[in-house]
């Protein structure tokens, strides 16, 4: 058993390899596809790489998934289990000569009897035409081509690509896996962590789902001196907190601008409060929230709480003039009002139907009546002729045809039975009356 201040290396290799230091995470690197912890939808027997592995026979793939949840680890088990030569390049630091490198070498351990497991980390960072480039040798089997990225595919991805390759999506790891690094990290150094029940279990949060990172924070936790134990407030002093997973420019930043939009949508105003903390927490820019806030407010809520909208500008003011971070809680507000609001898209679909409705109906005049008659020769062809002043009427209401002559009249607003629609809807019923009977008048 080792002993607090051991190395914990691993035997194997030569004198001085086996006394040179190995960070944590690469001397627990699984050595088997069994070993790797999260991802049994895809390496389980019945799994999509289980059942190629079984076969030996390997498509290529895209594996898609955030930082580390093992995506190089399972390309290198995949080219070892099925006897291929692993060639590992990084689209970071790689160029069209190291390609071409890759691929001549793969040509002759072909001839030879060895096919080649082509690993791309990264992907995404390659250009269309570098992309393009891998199509003749994936197709005609010089490698088989793994990529690794932690991009959306559909966005970073040609579709020649994507079209000769599958798509596996890695989870991040979740608290399970997460406890199961955490216990090989205490078996491989014959000791516990120096942490109590709660902060084992922030330690976890802290990784966000990245198995690279719970290692190493694992092993900063050893460097304590004998004898710690740390509360969570003594490991938030001791180590670093990870920096959210969040890229303004990229799907990250989409995802959650949509959870909270949905969040609202469906009035679960903690929900939204959550993903308003997330962005803010991402560094996502506030004025960018404002203006999504009152688009909410416009098409979720409209007319079910006209005062919404009023509120959603208020509060973009008021950021405005206080500034970060005091201006955030204005925002806070405005994402409480707004999803304990009543909801209604009635105005939304009402201005789309109307849309398509113009479209379809061309340029069809309004009808004579309600155009203004500024010359003579305008009056002498019916310009306003049977107009109606509707204050003059004893309702306030003609219930005259607005609509293109020709054209039936359409019923593109249909407001809800919440909020103040509902005042709305008996509003229109009225008037629809006022207009029938004037019909059969």
């Known amino acids: 058993m080792a002993k607090r201040g051991d190395t914990g290396a691993g035997a194997g290799g030569g004198l ?38 079984t076969a030996r026979r390997l498509a290529s793939m895209v594996l898609w998934g955030p930082p580390g949840c093992g995506k190089t680890t399972i390309a290198r088990l995949l080219a070892h289990s099925t006897d291929l030569h692993f060639e590992p390049l990084s689209a970071v630091f790689s160029g069209v000569a190291d390609l071409r490198r890759v691929f001549d070498a793969a040509r002759a351990r072909r001839a030879a009897g060895q096919g080649t497991l082509l690993f791309i980390d990264e992907i995404h960072r390659f250009n269309r035409s570098q992309q393009d480039g891998f199509l003749p040798y994936v197709e005609d089997g010089t490698v088989t081509l793994v990529g690794a990225t932690t991009e959306n595919p559909s966005f970073e991805l040609n579709a020649a690509l994507l079209s000769r390759a599958q798509v596996f999506v890695l989870n991040r790891l979740d608290d399970a896996a997460l406890e199961k690094l955490l216990s090989r990290a205490e078996a491989e150094m014959g ?9 084992r279990a922030a330690v976890k949060a802290m990784a966000d789902g990245d198995g690279r990172f719970c290692l190493n924070l694992c092993e900063e936790l050893f460097a304590l001196p004998p004898d710690t134990v740390l509360d969570t407030n003594a490991l938030a002093a001791t180590i670093q907190r990870r920096a959210p997973l969040y890229d303004k420019a990229q799907e990250g930043h989409y995802n959650l601008i949509s959870a909270l939009h949905k969040s609202l949508r469906g009035s679960d105003t903690d929900a939204a409060l959550y993903w308003y903390s997330r962005m803010l927490d991402g560094g996502e820019d506030p004025r960018y929230i404002a203006r999504r806030l009152t688009r909410f407010a416009v098409e979720d809520i409209g007319m079910a709480d006209p005062n919404a909208l009023t509120q959603a500008i208020a509060a973009w003011e008021a950021y405005e003039r206080l500034g970060s971070p005091e201006g955030e809680l204005a925002l806070a507000q405005l994402v409480i009002y707004l999803g304990t609001a009543p909801k209604s898209n009635a ?3 009402a201005y789309k139907a109307a849309v398509r409705a113009a479209k379809e109906t061309g340029s069809l005049m309004p009808p004579k009546h309600i155009l203004n008659a500024p010359t003579k020769l305008m009056k ?24 293109p002559d020709g054209m039936e009249r359409r019923a593109f607003y249909q407001p809800v039975e919440r909020g103040f629609e509902r005042d709305i809807r008996k509003r229109l019923d009225y008037w629809a009356k006022l207009r029938e009977r004037r019909g059969e008048e």
């Open 16 to 53: 001085f390899e086996s006394a040179a230091p190995r960070p944590l995470a690469d001397r627990l690197r699984p050595r088997t596809l069994d070993e790797v912890v999260g991802q049994d939808h895809l390496l389980k027997p019945d799994g999509p790489l289980g059942r190629m592995v």
């Open 191 to 199: 000791y516990p962590l120096p942490l109590d029940a709660d902060a």
């Open 347 to 349: 105005g939304y679909t």
């Open 380 to 403: 002498s062809i019916g310009y306003g002729k049977g107009y109606e002043y509707d204050h003059d009427t004893a309702d306030g209401f003609s219930g005259q045809n607005y609509f």
